[in-house]
């Protein structure tokens, strides 16, 4: 079993910068892949960033060149650095792990309660 914590989330205004963090325990050994994904109310839950063994990254588009994911040495927490905030991206943002054997078997893996990042002015 996996437990992810978020935090980090709030308030900011346009244009700011926040940064997520996802605290792991239990059987980290076992997770390949990381993810941030969000949700807007009344939208479907989206793929923000994800961060596989070895370092490679994926974005969605709307945020390239904005949110960076990324790994502590001992790899027990994964960040997401979101700069440059804006109105739009304002959801609940929830913290994912996923095994190779989970992602080949189309399972959801662990999930965090999430944490709230509101933007506006």
């Known amino acids: 079993q996996v437990q992810l914590v978020e935090s980090g989330g709030g308030l900011v205004r346009p244009g700011g910068s926040l940064r997520l963090s996802c605290a792991a325990s239990g059987t980290i050994s076992s997770i390949n892949a990381y993810g941030w994904y969000r949700q807007a109310p009344g939208k479907q839950r989206e793929l923000v960033a994800t961060?596989?063994?070895?370092?490679?990254?994926n974005y969605a588009d709307s945020v390239k060149g904005r949110f960076t994911i990324s790994r502590d040495n001992v790899g027990n927490t994964v960040y997401l650095q979101m700069n440059t905030l804006r109105p739009e991206d304002t959801a609940v943002y929830y913290c994912?792990?996923?095994?190779?054997?989970?992602?080949?078997?189309?399972?959801?893996?662990?999930w965090g309660q999430g944490t709230q990042v509101t933007v506006s002015s």
């Open positions: 994912n792990a996923r095994s190779f054997r989970d992602i080949l078997e189309g399972n959801v893996g662990y």
């Open positions: 961060l596989i063994s070895g370092g490679t990254t």
